[in-house]
């Protein structure tokens, strides 16, 4: 199998005046925060680990829709037998050294119980701390954790918008929800933002610099998203995901000629490795040039073949590999999946 096929194939209220303080004092060393010029030992770190997994898995689970827009009533979600220790135990076995956690997608509804929204697990019908659970698995079995949070939201912008810039409103939100994150839930690696076109660059650094004030070891990813990541796989990082530490490529393999993380932007050298963040998932039919994140009924993931391929390909080009993983409406990974994947570790791992 050839790399064009592989592609082809391809929160307590009593916590808010503890938030609000941390949010406004972040600021006093800004000017000293930013990207890296050289390799750091945190991007060592990232490179060492080489590979990771994601976890898509929230509202769209139960609605079937990858891009839902947060009109379900809370109490659709329900998984009968979540176990988020299973899905750690199942990317321990594949070898993953990191896990990114989605939580919170563009449906707005929050995995954990967040301060400053009534739609979250707390009003589900199964109101267990998905981020805590997560957390604690993560530490048992030696896995660096990370966040996900998407900008997009429907749900609390009052509409679909996807390049639309973000009301004030709605961006306090976004500010006190990350830094809610970084504090109930310290210790993470690693925070991703997605569709982050839609913050001005004043709000981006205003969220990198945030992030790294609660956590300074943290490394802040503006996903670049498939579009452009497919267009430029790596070689650069665009504008409109600035400032990163990482560059990330949605649903995108590496370069033919390997990554090299000497990256510039505006005329300054950076040190900035490469992540693939594939979804082995089918084909999702509403947008067929994409992958399926999130599990609905009917989903198989790809062949084990085309996993440990893509494992291959970025680990020859000087890239890690985020793989995404999508446990079912029971809370699980299907056994379904977990067979595909353990295929696909004897594959990688011989």
Not at 100 to 117: E, N, P, Q, R
Request: net charge neutral; hydrophobic share 35%.
């Amino acid at each position: 199998m050839n790399r064009r096929q592989a592609l082809k194939g391809l929160a307590a209220p009593l916590l808010v005046p503890a938030l609000n303080s941390a949010v406004s004092l972040y600021a006093a060393s800004e000017s000293s925060v930013g990207p890296a010029a050289e390799r750091t030992p945190q991007l060592a770190e990232f490179e060492k680990l080489r590979f990771g997994v994601s976890f898509c898995f929230g509202m769209n689970t139960f609605t079937g829709n990858d891009y839902d827009e947060g009109n379900a009533p809370p109490t659709i979600y329900n998984p009968s037998h979540l176990d988020v220790k299973q899905w750690i135990q199942v990317a321990h076995q594949l070898g993953a050294k990191y896990a990114v956690l989605i939580a919170k997608h563009m449906t707005g509804f929050t995995l954990w119980d967040s301060a400053y929204t009534k739609y979250s697990v707390a009003a589900s019908s199964n109101k267990t701390d998905v981020v805590a659970e997560f957390l604690s698995a993560c530490h048992q079995y030696g896995i660096r954790p990370g966040y996900y949070y998407c900008v997009l939201d429907p749900h609390n912008e009052g509409k679909l918008d996807w390049t639309g810039k973000v009301s004030t409103g709605y961006y306090d939100l976004i500010r006190h929800q990350v830094a809610e994150l970084h504090t109930r839930y310290p210790g993470a690696f690693y925070q991703i933002f997605d569709i982050p076109g839609k913050l001005t660059n004043e709000q981006r650094w205003d969220l990198y610099r945030l992030i790294k004030s609660l956590n300074p070891s943290c490394l802040v990813v503006y996903n670049q998203c498939f579009d452009r990541s497919r267009r430029n796989q790596g070689r650069l990082c665009e504008p409109d995901s600035w400032p990163t530490d990482i560059v990330n490529g949605e649903d995108t393999l590496p370069s033919l000629e390997g990554h090299d993380p000497h990256i510039v932007f505006e005329g300054k050298p950076y040190y900035m490795p490469f992540e693939s963040w594939l979804a082995p998932g089918p084909v999702y039919t509403p947008v067929p040039y994409t992958h399926s994140w999130f599990w609905h009924e009917g989903f198989k993931t790809q062949n084990a073949g085309i996993i440990a391929e893509s494992y291959r390909i970025c680990m020859k080009a000087n890239a890690n590999l985020l793989l995404n993983l999508s446990p079912d409406n029971t809370g699980r990974l299907g056994d379904e999946s977990v067979q595909t994947l353990r295929q696909a570790a004897k594959l990688i791992h011989g």
